[in-house]
């Protein structure tokens, strides 16, 4: 059975600093893989997603991922944030491009002034 | 603005009801699947329609059922609710073509079950 894990529920950074948000799966192939970022009351916005080839990503928002097969993690970075940054997000696995997925529980970031 | 709309926003029901989830697509996308978010979770895969069938579903009771109709709306119906189906519930609608759409989501629909 597939499964995502979100390690830190909370993360808290100082605005302007760089950001690492953990993510591992379990899954028995290929897998597609993406980050979801939800802001409060609002549906889930697509950040970045992989299906194959560069293990590194970019998404919008400044935001990019490394997917990392040995150690079955797709991690998501960026290197400066700012305060709108401020959300709920989410890891995802999926068999195809979008369909089907499987969430991880969330981290939320809150971003200090 | 993904082009995708739910309806109602928020919804409060009794235990033991029967309740109709609605969504509206993008023009001319064939894939709708529903999303079950409690407080505090993660989404959990409910069940997925592509042209008016339902070929997936996740681990829900079959009092969860849904429609898929030709243009481009859906519905999540869900029978008997029990205080559990309180949570945030999220369709997403997608083109299937190349195996490699991008899946967009609605606002979603709060339900409460008193």
């Known amino acids: 059975a597939q499964s995502v894990t979100q390690p830190d529920i909370h993360i808290t950074v100082s605005e302007g600093a760089s950001l690492e948000l953990r993510c591992n799966y379990s899954?028995?192939?290929?897998?597609?893989l993406f980050w979801y970022v939800q802001s409060p009351g609002q549906g889930l916005q697509l950040l970045l997603k992989?299906?194959?080839?560069?293990?590194m990503v970019q998404g919008i928002k400044g935001f990019e991922a490394e997917f990392k097969r040995s150690q079955s993690s797709f991690n998501l970075r960026k290197p400066s944030v700012h305060w709108s940054d401020a959300a709920e997000y989410f890891c995802?696995?999926?068999?195809?491009?979008?369909?089907?997925?499987?969430f991880g529980g969330g981290t939320r970031l809150m971003v200090k002034p | 603005e993904t082009g995708v709309t739910q309806s109602p926003t928020h919804l409060i029901k009794t235990r033991g009801q029967q309740v109709t989830l609605r969504c509206s697509s993008q023009?001319?996308?064939?894939?709708v699947s529903w999303y079950q978010q409690a407080l505090g979770q993660g989404p959990q895969f409910i069940f997925q329609?592509?042209?008016?069938?339902?070929?997936g579903r996740g681990n829900f009771p079959p009092r969860f059922s849904g429609l898929q109709f030709p243009n481009y709306s859906s519905e999540l119906n869900v029978n008997a609710l029990e205080l559990d189906d309180s949570a945030l519930y999220l369709c997403?609608?997608?083109?299937?073509?190349?195996?490699?759409?991008?899946?967009?989501f609605g606002p979603g629909t709060r339900l409460l079950v008193l």
């Open positions: 995802a696995v999926g068999p195809n491009a979008g369909n089907m997925l499987t």
């Open positions: 329609y592509y042209r008016e069938e339902e070929n």
């Open positions: 992989y299906f194959s080839g560069d293990t």
């Open positions: 997403a609608s997608s083109f299937r073509q190349s195996g490699q759409e991008t899946q967009y």
């Open positions: 023009s001319g996308h064939n894939t």
């Open positions: 899954y028995g192939a290929t897998p597609y």
